[in-house]
């Protein structure tokens, strides 16, 4: 029902998959910035976007995918929330866009992207070796989308 409410407007579709796509690029892309940054081109970019399909597992580039669409998911409710005036919706849906964003489904990415936080040794102690993270992640996201659910389908005063 909250998703209808949110997604009747064709904006938050909108927002919802740009979203998507930007959490979706930066991650593939955010492996590969030395080499962007140091000879920008738009077909080094396109060649890497689709050398990220092909150099990731298929679980992981499935998990990726679904935490970019969570992400937009509930970018878009706290967006439409924010417009009726709710507070405190940003941020239950922060944290699990950013677990989703420090700890990519790709466990490789995550090591390059943790290390640059000063944790990537502690990828090496988890049993599926950062896998883990990208579920904790999409859990996080379920969760925010159901609570901003709530909000969405609650009543609430005109004034």
Request: with cysteine; charged share 5%.
């Amino acid at each position: 029902m909250a998703l209808k409410t949110v997604f009747k407007n064709y904006v938050y579709i909108l927002i919802s998959l740009f979203v998507a796509f930007l959490l979706f690029s930066f991650t593939i892309l955010i492996t590969n910035y030395s080499v962007l940054s140091s000879s920008f081109s738009l077909e080094l970019l396109g060649a890497l976007f689709i050398g990220g399909f092909t150099s990731m597992e298929t679980f992981s580039l499935i998990m990726l995918i679904l935490l970019s669409i969570l992400s937009g998911v509930v970018v878009s409710m706290s967006f439409f929330l924010v417009r009726r005036q709710i507070d405190g919706s940003i941020a239950t849906s922060t944290s699990g866009i950013l677990i989703g964003l420090l700890a990519p489904s790709c466990p490789q990415c995550a090591i390059g992207l943790l290390s640059f936080l000063g944790l990537g040794g502690f990828l090496t102690i988890l049993p599926f070796k950062g896998l883990e993270l990208g579920v904790l992640g999409i859990a996080i996201l379920v969760f925010s989308m159901f609570y901003l659910s709530n909000k969405v389908v609650a009543n609430v005063c005109d004034i």
